[in-house]
């Protein structure tokens, strides 16, 4: 074997592995999300007015209730992220 490739399995196998760095949503603006999706549509606009007073507490609930399988989640969900 070349010196190459055994500096390059090496490296391979003394590499440490990726750690996720995306926050944990609040469990209150996860629950929030949920309620996107409410058949209640006062219940689905006072989710999204709390959700926009949580700020920047509410951006991680908010990216990964974009991947929602709930099509009223999602979107409004991508709808309240800039906001």
């Given amino acids: 074997m070349s010196a190459i490739a055994t500096f390059a399995l090496a490296s391979l196998i003394g590499a440490p ?3 996720s760095t ?3 949503p609040d ?3 996860a629950e929030l999300v949920k309620k996107l ?3 209640s549509y006062r ?3 006072q989710a999204a007015r709390e959700l926009v007073r949580g ?3 509410a ?3 908010l990216t990964a209730g974009t991947k929602d399988l ?3 989640v999602s979107e409004r969900c991508r709808q309240l992220l800039p906001q």
């Fill in 17 to 19: 592995t990726p750690t």
């Fill in 22 to 24: 995306a926050p944990t």
């Fill in 27 to 29: 469990p209150r603006m």
């Fill in 37 to 39: 999706g409410d058949r």
């Fill in 43 to 45: 219940v689905r606009e």
């Fill in 55 to 57: 700020g920047s507490g």
């Fill in 59 to 61: 951006v991680p609930a």
């Fill in 70 to 72: 709930d099509p009223e």
